[in-house]
């Protein structure tokens, strides 16, 4: 069956700009994650969600960043007036409810220029 | 708070020799811990994962890992290393109150050598 699917695989773009990051979950998982995997670091938790509310939105690093999953499906990552630091791969994960075995996506790698 | 550190962030073996990457965690409480493995340009894998049931844990691909509360230590292994075990290694643990998040350490990258 098709895993996690996370959209686009790769994205450049310039300081400033706003974007957005999609990750198509496996069906019938309730439980989703982002993360942010810095060059030579592990993965950092970004916000939990559990059906459509974010249930843990703790890793957020400052209000630039915004998750959303309106149906309780896909999500989408946003970042507004993006900074270099920003640049990193991330990482999307679901599982079946909270506390089960998460599956990762291949992430998405954000280069802000 | 809980937290999980891998000592070596690269180890090199020879193919055919023991695999030993090592993770100690922090917890008050009894942890929740797992092993993911990430291949290049890949997400993450789950290898093994102890949730209290046993000491020792078996997962895929040959690797087990220890549960050691005494030593705070959930070292992953695997007897005899093959080629296509290189990859990033990165350990793990759950936050056990008030929701399911994971810390992660900051990986071993495993080279073997032929």
């Known amino acids: 069956g098709a895993g996690v699917s996370q959209t686009p695989s790769n994205k450049v773009t310039e300081k400033g700009k706003y974007v957005e990051l999609r990750c198509d979950p496996i069906?019938?998982?309730?439980?989703l994650y982002w993360y942010r995997q810095s060059l030579g670091q592990g993965p950092e938790f970004l916000i939990y969600?559990?059906?459509?509310?974010?249930?843990?939105d703790s890793g957020l690093p400052n209000d630039r960043f915004f998750a959303v999953r309106p149906e309780g499906s896909v999500s989408t990552l946003k970042i507004q007036r993006t900074e270099r630091g920003d640049s990193a791969v991330y990482l999307c994960?679901?599982?079946?409810?909270?506390?089960?075995?998460?599956?990762f996506g291949d992430g998405t790698r954000l280069s802000i220029l | 708070a809980q937290s999980v550190t891998q000592l070596g962030s690269h180890v090199s073996v020879s193919e055919g020799a023991l695999v030993l990457l090592r993770c100690n965690y922090s917890?008050?409480?009894?942890?929740?811990l797992f092993w993911y493995v990430q291949y290049p340009n890949q997400g993450l894998q789950l290898l093994l994962k102890?949730?209290?049931?046993?000491?020792l844990v078996k997962g895929i691909n040959g690797f087990e890992a220890e549960f050691k509360k005494s030593e705070t230590s959930f070292h992953l292994t695997k007897p005899s290393a093959h080629m296509s075990d290189a990859a990033e290694y990165f350990c793990?643990?759950?936050?056990?109150?008030?929701?399911?998040?994971?810390?992660f350490g900051t990986g071993t990258r495993l080279k073997v050598l032929a």
């Open positions: 994960a679901s599982s079946l409810t909270g506390g089960q075995p998460q599956h």
């Open positions: 917890s008050s409480v009894p942890p929740y």
């Open positions: 969600f559990q059906g459509t509310g974010a249930a843990d």
């Open positions: 069906s019938g998982h309730t439980a």
């Open positions: 102890y949730t209290s049931a046993a000491t």
């Open positions: 793990a643990v759950r936050i056990t109150s008030g929701t399911y998040k994971y810390i």
